[in-house]
């Protein structure tokens, strides 16, 4: 919502009464029985001069001032409490501002709780019923994306949608947004068929009321293809990748932001199916285009780079790798400073270059900081924290520290246990993480109870045939087999050819490890995989 002239103006002389002015006054003075002089000039040049808070507030935060934004968001809701009362919609776009930099500084919690304080107060004044209540849930809803709790995500999205589609119709555009974040939610729960209905519906809406050729018809090809991809249909996610690139071409120009993301796009999933020569082109333009727009020193700059050295180290050349990886870190130190999430993801990524090549003293340290960082500021939740966890556990066991690697995992596991639920997927990823590792420490019944657990998570999250369901299953296979139970580790092994080929269809043996599968199973039979 945003504020008439008159209750700006209310505001304001608020905010500058109690915040601007701040002339000290003697009780009993003259001035303490009467308005302060300079109080009252201050105030009518406020109300005749000064935007709205709201307005420059997100301004601000639009240019990355977060702190600013929510000075200025602090200070307009204890304004709008002042002047209307704490459960005034006056209050309500402060509230999402003061969210919105909650979630910037990824405080989920407490940006969950202003966002159920905004939506109590709308549903109060306005009724359950009101668009405005729906668009609150949506935010909601993001958040609770952010926290793992897709489930709840499903839940405020829908009903959302019902909101909309019962004050808007069942063909508005304000809706295809709101399908676009349900089918995110059921993505990330592995519900894929729910996913590719609620995004084919937004998707359609959009080509109807903007044309075949919008930017955010774009974006919903981006977000289908997305789900595709994450089904392993490779076919159709490069064909919806590829129209949205060409959308995007034609609307805004070669040489686009917009289009470079594009590219990214395509690139990525070139790279996941193995194809990294029709990758590298693709990455190389994107990163072009955005030097060219932002400079050299931009945080888009140090995303694409992180790409090219991931991509650079799977076609074995190592020392391109290290170079961009560095040059990523370096961009992304200078933006954000040594301790943003950023940074973390960067190191992490160097660090695995010298995992690879054998540097595990190098990769080390670069880990310890990378950890010391996410412990710091993002919580057990966040997905940089279990791949950064992984990582320092390998630098650990090839350096000859396994029980120092299984400490690590171990203490990470038991908190995440006790803060997040099972099927969250940072504590399923946590659980894959632990048994692996005791696999490699030959603790294959510690490792198979691990891998049982995570088996059953997985298989109610996605169902049985799922790629990250026949991880689970492989690992399984791998402690039966260590453990002498032959013919179960045969029949797991089986089962995880028959999922890759499901999914991967004809191009599972170009995809990274996913032939690895058949590979082992033919190890196991013929006595020699240990």
Known sequence: MRYTHCQTAAVLIVLTAVTLIRTPVMQGSPESSAEHPAAAAATNTAVQNLPDLDSTAQSYYDLGNIAKARELWQVGLQGAEQLFGSNSLATTPFLGGLARCCESGRRWDSAAFLLKRALAIKEASLGRDHVEVAFALRHLGGVYQLQGDYEGAAAVYTRSIAILEKT??????????????????????????????????????????????????????????????????????????RRSLSIREKWFGMDHPDVAHALCSVAALQEEQGNHDAALPLYERSLAVFEKKFGPAHAQVAYVLGCLASLQLNLGHYDRAVALSQRSLSINEKLFGPDCHEVASALAGLARIHLIVGDYAEALGLLRRAHAISEKHFGVEDPMATVIENSLASAYFNLGEGPRAIALLERSHEIRAKLLKPEHPQFVRSTDNLASFYCRCGESEKAAELFRSSLEIKEKIYGKEHIEVAYSVWGLAHCYHALGRSEEATSLFQRCVTINEKVLGNQSAAVGNSSFPAKSLAEHRNGSWA
């Open 168 to 241: 808007r119709g069942t063909e508005h555009l304000d809706l295809a947004l709101g399908l676009t974040c349900l089918a995110d939610a059921h993505q990330a729960r592995g519900h894929y068929g729910k996913a590719l209905a609620a995004s084919e519906r937004a998707l359609a809406i959009r080509e109807r009321e903007l044309g075949e050729n919008h930017p955010d018809v774009a974006a919903s090809l981006d977000s289908l293809a997305s789900i595709c991809r994450a089904k392993g249909d490779y076919g159709r996610a490069s064909a919806l990748y």
